[in-house]
């Protein structure tokens, strides 16, 4: 199991512990040390022991891009020092004239992404609804290189069918990429459902504790590996030691913090849709979400976040999240604790506004990131600020 990105049998709580680690030679060190340095002696020129400079390698890295790559059951791990950093390098792989399709329900840095800074090269993205299969169809191009798939989507949570989409996309010659964020490794399995990266801001749940900003790419395509870090290298978008450790600290425990993050929003999104404040209450593990049928069966739970509209105006929504005291409004999701982020007026506000009318992210929507904190003190949280 140690330093190793095969599973066989192992359960994912065994592989999150373990993966990608082995004890320090030297001493003993059951935790792999933090090697906080930018460079390496050399016996000769061009002979040393698989490290020369710090932004192509380092071991502290090393063994956390194994343990990335065993989260999703990948022959690589790529990692990266911030999510977009990764989405970044993604694209890196594409030339100009290259058309991609991308749903239309994403991330607002990822769209801000694609729309400021390589839509300028000659590439061209088109936001579409990948809800049905049988309508994307007919947006694939003779140029589609690439399919961008979120799946929960950010804000409005949305489940796209992976297998089918990545299907489609092989028929045409295209990749297809997974932002599985939202449901961590432990909830969702890209790779194993035809996809061809997985790709995760590890700031968030991998990360878990709001102390640092990272990204990781997952693939079993050696070939598509090798391209990849070329741009991770030529790039020099990476993270520094100190964060490669406490990522490799927070991994051992996301199985179970997953695990508490799902049972506390199923418990939140119930107590919600009973709540008449709110129009609207979000989340694939609901039986009212109309694609919950295939949440259940590509997930193997729900993650830790819930959307709700709000009724009222904008100046209802502000009086609401300040009077809240246990979620904390702020950007960034998947930490320990709980926190309430207005997507139109925050990680969202990027979008066109056209884009985000049509979608449906307006002013009444919020988006909660469930924390693992004791389940009825949130709901008695969400209850008095309503009041």
Partial sequence: MKNSTTQGSHGIETICVHAGVEPEPTTGAIMTPIFQTSTYVQSAPGEHKGYDYSRGGNPTRTALESSLAALEKARHGISFASGLAAVHAVAQLLNPGDHVLVCDDVYGGTGRLFRSLFAKYDIHFDFVDMRSPADLKSQFQPKTRLVWIETPTNPLLRIVDIRAVADLARAHGALTVVD???????????????????????????????????????????????????????????????????????????????????????????????????????????????????????MTGYSGMVSVRLKGGFDDVKRFVSRLKIFSLAESLGGVESLVNHPETMTHASVPPEHRKKIGIDSGLLRFSVGIETAQDLVDDIRQAVK
Avoid at 216 to 232: G, K, P, S, V, Y
């Fill in 180 to 298: 599985n964020t939202f449901a961590s490794p432990v909830f969702q399995q890209p790779l194993d459902m035809g996809a061809d990266i997985s790709l995760h801001s590890t700031t968030k749940y991998i990360g878990g504790h709001s102390d640092l900003v990272g990204g990781a790419l997952m693939t079993n395509d050696d070939a598509l590996a090798e391209q990849l870090r070329f741009i991770q290298f030529a790039g020099g978008a990476v993270n520094a030691p100190q964060e490669c450790f406490i990522l490799l600290r927070s991994i051992k425990t996301l199985a179970l913090r997953m695990q508490r993050h799902h049972e506390n929003a199923c418990q939140v999104a119930e107590a919600l849709s009973r709540q008449a404040a709110f129009s609207d209450v979000i989340f694939p593990g609901l039986e009212s979400h109309p694609q919950h049928a295939l949440a259940r069966a590509q």
